[in-house]
């Protein structure tokens, strides 16, 4: 890992302010954070200033942007020196940043680095021509086509020291390059090309439609009316014959009661039937009856039972009636039902 340094003062700038374009970006952006928060635009501000200097950040275009922010000038600089992507010295016209960490380094990224100093020097100065400067930084999440470098704003992957430089090359001459991999795999399958997933039916819908018509010709071959309607098109049929939504698929279904004591008082008749003890108990036990039903049926049956002065009316799970709290009648050994203020 490279140090984090700032130039030299003799390559600092003595100024730094935003064009009248790039201050109105960088407004733009502390707007996106409520008030109070306008420090979490410190990334994008450092990127577009370094981007306004030539691809590196001076000590002055740091402190602009602290000062724009309103935070503490060394607030800045450390994000400004923990960041790879931002250059502290002046770079070359290509930026080469070339991944040094482990899955890199075990697929080549040290011979890439020899090849790198051999070539322009020491990493963190400019070449000779101004066109190169590279430094080594950490993963730069392309582990799968290893080993790799970001140039400017770019990736190149899977490279060897010879794909590297016709690379450099290409670049200075101002010649195309292919950005990605160099040796020719779409994004990140395995070398030499995909192994799984390659049949072109599993894409092209021939395979699905192969099983739907062979379903629908053995239906056809059945000769039933339901199997010519079968040998149409799904669309043609669903057309035809659209299956009706059903309201209560995946829900618990309550299921209405068609005699219950309300409903047969609200039609004029006896709300309580000679039958109903049966029916009351059984519309406990219905898991999918509603309760209120449930419990409408067991008061009417109480209610009936009383009258009666008896149980007999009651459902067997019912708690039997409390003894009254006064009067003669009451048993001297049962206990006393609690009353207000006990
Ligand atoms: S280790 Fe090099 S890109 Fe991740």
Same mark, same amino acid.
């Given at each position: 890992?490279?140090?984090?340094?700032?130039?030299?003062?003799?390559?600092?700038?003595?100024?730094?302010?935003?064009?009248?374009?790039?201050?109105?970006?960088?407004?733009?952006?502390?707007?996106?954070?409520?008030?109070?928060?306008?420090?979490?635009?410190?990334?994008?501000?450092?990127?577009?200033?370094?981007?306004?200097?030539?691809?590196?950040?001076?000590?002055?275009?740091?402190?602009?942007?602290?000062?724009? /922010?309103?935070?503490?000038?060394?607030?800045?600089?450390?994000?400004?020196?923990?960041?790879?992507?931002?250059? /502290?010295?002046?770079?070359?016209?290509?930026?080469?940043?070339?991944?040094?960490?482990?899955?890199?380094?075990?697929?080549?990224?040290?011979?890439?680095?020899?090849?790198?100093?051999?070539? /322009?020097?020491?990493?963190?100065?400019?070449?000779?021509?101004?066109?190169?400067?590279?430094?080594?930084?950490?993963?730069?999440?392309?582990?799968?086509?290893?080993?790799?470098?970001?140039?400017?704003?770019?990736?190149?992957?899977?490279?060897?020291?010879?794909?590297?430089?016709?690379?450099?090359?290409?670049?200075?001459?101002?010649?195309?390059?292919?950005?990605?991999?160099?040796?020719?795999?779409?994004?990140?399958?395995?070398?030499?090309?995909?192994?799984?997933?390659?049949?072109?039916?599993?894409?092209?819908?021939?395979?699905?439609?192969?099983?739907?018509?062979?379903?629908?010709?053995?239906?056809?071959?059945?000769?039933?009316?339901?199997?010519?309607?079968?040998?149409?098109?799904?669309?043609?049929?669903?057309?035809?014959?659209?299956?009706?939504?059903?309201?209560?698929?995946?829900?618990?279904?309550?299921?209405?009661?068609?005699?219950?004591?309300?409903?047969?008082?609200?039609?004029?008749?006896?709300?309580?039937?000679?039958?109903?003890?049966?029916?009351?108990?059984?519309?406990?036990?219905?898991?999918?009856?509603?309760?209120?039903?449930?419990?409408?049926?067991?008061?009417?049956?109480?209610?009936?039972?009383?009258?009666?002065?008896?149980?007999?009316?009651?459902?067997?799970?019912?708690?039997?009636?409390?003894?009254?709290?006064?009067?003669?009648?009451?048993?001297?050994?049962?206990?006393?039902?609690?009353?207000?203020?006990?």
């Amino acid at each position: 890992m490279a140090n984090r340094r700032l130039a030299p003062a003799a390559a600092q700038p003595q100024t730094f302010a935003f064009s009248p374009e790039n201050a109105e970006w960088a407004q733009g952006q502390i707007e996106k954070y409520p008030e109070g928060r306008q420090a979490s635009a410190v990334i994008p501000l450092l990127w577009k200033a370094q981007e306004q200097n030539g691809g590196w950040l001076p000590r002055a275009a740091i402190e602009a942007v602290a000062d724009e /922010l309103g935070m503490p000038h060394i607030r800045v600089l450390e994000v400004a020196t923990f960041y790879t992507m931002f250059a /502290l010295e002046p770079v070359g016209r290509f930026w080469i940043q070339l991944c040094g960490t482990v899955p890199c380094d075990s697929c080549g990224a040290r011979e890439l680095k020899d090849y790198l100093q051999r070539r /322009l020097g020491a990493p963190g100065h400019v070449s000779a021509d101004g066109n190169f400067s590279w430094l080594e930084v950490e993963c730069l999440g392309a582990c799968c086509n290893a080993p790799m470098a970001q140039i400017n704003q770019d990736y190149y992957e899977d490279l060897t020291p010879d794909l590297l430089g016709t690379l450099m090359d290409d670049l200075a001459a101002g010649r195309p390059v292919k950005v990605g991999s160099q040796v020719g795999r779409t994004s990140s399958e395995p070398l030499g090309g995909a192994e799984t997933l390659t049949d072109a039916t599993l894409f092209d819908g021939s395979r699905v439609g192969a099983w739907r018509k062979r379903f629908e010709e053995k239906d056809a071959e059945d000769g039933s009316e339901a199997g010519r309607a079968e040998a149409a098109s799904s669309e043609q049929r669903a057309a035809v014959e659209p299956k009706p939504a059903r309201p209560d698929a995946g829900r618990a279904v309550g299921t209405a009661a068609t005699d219950a004591p309300a409903q047969r008082s609200a039609g004029g008749e006896t709300p309580v039937k000679s039958g109903d003890t049966t029916a009351a108990t059984e519309s406990t036990v219905q898991p999918n009856r509603p309760a209120h039903a449930a419990s409408e049926a067991i008061a009417k049956a109480e209610a009936a039972g009383s009258e009666a002065g008896t149980q007999s009316a009651l459902p067997r799970n019912a708690p039997p009636p409390q003894p009254a709290t006064s009067g003669a009648s009451v048993d001297a050994d049962a206990p006393a039902a609690p009353t207000k203020g006990n």
